[in-house]
């Protein structure tokens, strides 16, 4: 889960991280091992796509009061 425009950009670059092997994967895994290889790959990509859209299509003012919880949360158990 993405909080906060910092750790989409991390996500962002963990994609295409994972891209850059993809297309390295293409051209040097075996025909046969191929799929094995790159379907973790691309369901992790998945992933991370799938909570980019989750966060930008948000309110922001819902992720406001999620790191408030967060904050009271936090607080509490301190106490």
Same mark, same amino acid.
């Given at each position: 889960?993405? &909080?906060? /425009?910092? $750790?989409? $950009?991390? +996500? &962002? %670059?963990?994609?295409?991280? *994972?891209q850059r #092997? #993809?297309a390295q994967?293409?051209? +040097?895994?075996?025909?046969? %091992? *191929?799929?094995?290889? +790159?379907? !973790?790959?691309?369901? %992790?990509?998945?992933?991370?796509?799938? /909570?980019?859209? /989750?966060?930008? +299509?948000?309110?922001?003012?819902?992720? &406001?009061? !999620? $790191?408030?919880? !967060?904050?009271?949360?936090?607080?509490? #158990?301190? /106490?």
């Open positions: 889960m993405i &909080h906060n /425009d910092q $750790e989409m $950009e991390v +996500t &962002h %670059e963990r994609i295409a991280y *994972f #092997l #993809l994967l293409r051209v +040097t895994a075996r025909p046969e %091992e *191929f799929s094995a290889v +790159t379907s !973790s790959y691309r369901a %992790e990509i998945q992933r991370m796509q799938k /909570d980019i859209l /989750d966060y930008l +299509t948000q309110h922001v003012s819902i992720q &406001h009061m !999620s $790191e408030s919880l !967060s904050q009271v949360e936090a607080a509490l #158990l301190n /106490d």
